[in-house]
C-alpha cells in the first residue's frame, strides 16, 4: 500500500521568513496530494492540493509543487504569520487517503 | 467548501458500552465517507472506508464487527464503537468525499473510554 512520509516533524520559523514542508511516497499510482492545516482540537482543514499531472499550484501565499518521477512534493509557505502554527499533514491518493505523520509548525512573531 | 457536521463532539462512555457517531454531509451527497482515527499528536490513520448502499472497507488492523459502520444514505455515516475499552479513547474523524478526489472533514469526536 501506500506510504507517505513527510519531513520535518517540527519546524520553528520567524515571523516573515518561509516554511518548507517535504513528502514522499511510494505508490506511483497516487494520483492526488492535498495538504491539510490542523490547529489543536480542529478538523483537517484542506488548504491547497494538487494533482499528478500539474508540476506546481499556488494560492497567494502557499505553493505546492509535485516531482512524479521522484515521488515527492513539498508545501512552500511564504511570509509567515503567527496565525499559520499548526501541524501540516501531507497526504496522498489513490484510491483513499494515507497521510504523513504531520510536521508541527510554530512561526513566532 | 462542503460542510461535514460529526456527533457527538464528545463523549465519555464505561468500558464494556457502546458508542454510536454521526457523520452527516449538509450541503452534499457523499457515495464515500471515511473514517479515521487520530491519537495524541500523531497522523491520522484510515480506518475504514464506508460506500453508500454497501458493506465498509476496513484497514488491516481494524476489527470490523468492533467498529462497526452503516453507510445508509447518501449523506449519513455512522461509526458504533462496541464493547468499548480504555485503548478506544481517541479522536475519531470523518471525512466525505467530493467529486473525484476532494475530502472535506468532520469537526471530530473524542471519545474517553473510563
Known amino acids: 500500500g501506500e506510504n507517505v512520509e513527510q519531513h520535518p516533524s517540527t519546524l520553528s520559523v520567524q515571523e516573515g521568513d518561509s516554511a518548507v514542508i517535504k513528502c514522499t511516497y511510494s505508490?506511483?499510482?497516487?494520483?492526488?496530494f492535498p495538504w491539510y492545516k490542523q490547529e489543536l482540537g480542529k478538523r483537517p482543514q484542506l488548504i491547497i492540493d494538487?494533482?499528478?499531472?500539474?508540476g506546481e499550484k499556488k494560492d497567494q501565499r502557499i505553493a505546492v509543487t509535485l516531482n512524479k518521477t521522484a515521488k515527492h512534493f513539498s508545501l512552500h509557505i511564504t511570509e509567515t504569520q503567527p496565525e499559520d502554527s499548526a501541524v501540516y499533514f501531507c497526504?496522498?491518493?489513490?484510491?483513499?487517503?494515507?497521510f504523513g505523520a504531520g510536521t508541527r509548525l510554530t512561526v513566532k512573531p | 467548501g462542503a460542510v461535514v457536521s460529526q456527533h457527538p463532539s464528545r463523549v465519555i462512555c464505561k468500558s464494556g458500552t457502546s458508542v454510536k457517531i454521526e457523520c452527516r454531509s449538509l450541503?452534499?451527497?457523499?457515495?464515500?465517507m471515511f473514517w479515521y482515527r487520530q491519537f495524541p499528536k500523531q497522523s491520522l490513520m484510515l480506518m475504514a472506508t464506508?460506500?453508500?448502499?454497501?458493506?465498509?472497507?476496513?484497514e488491516q488492523g481494524v476489527e470490523k464487527d468492533k467498529f462497526l459502520i452503516n453507510h445508509a444514505s447518501l449523506t449519513l455515516s455512522t461509526l458504533t464503537v462496541t464493547s468499548a475499552h480504555p485503548e478506544d479513547s481517541s479522536f475519531y474523524i470523518c471525512?466525505?468525499?467530493?467529486?473525484?478526489?476532494?475530502?472535506?472533514f468532520g469537526p471530530g469526536t473524542r471519545l474517553t473510554v473510563t
Open positions: 471525512s466525505a468525499q467530493v467529486g473525484v478526489n476532494e475530502q472535506y
Open positions: 505508490d506511483s499510482a497516487s494520483n492526488y
Open positions: 494538487i494533482r499528478s499531472n500539474v
Open positions: 497526504a496522498a491518493m489513490v484510491n483513499d487517503m494515507r
Open positions: 450541503d452534499f451527497q457523499a457515495t464515500t
Open positions: 464506508s460506500n453508500e448502499g454497501s458493506k465498509a472497507t476496513y
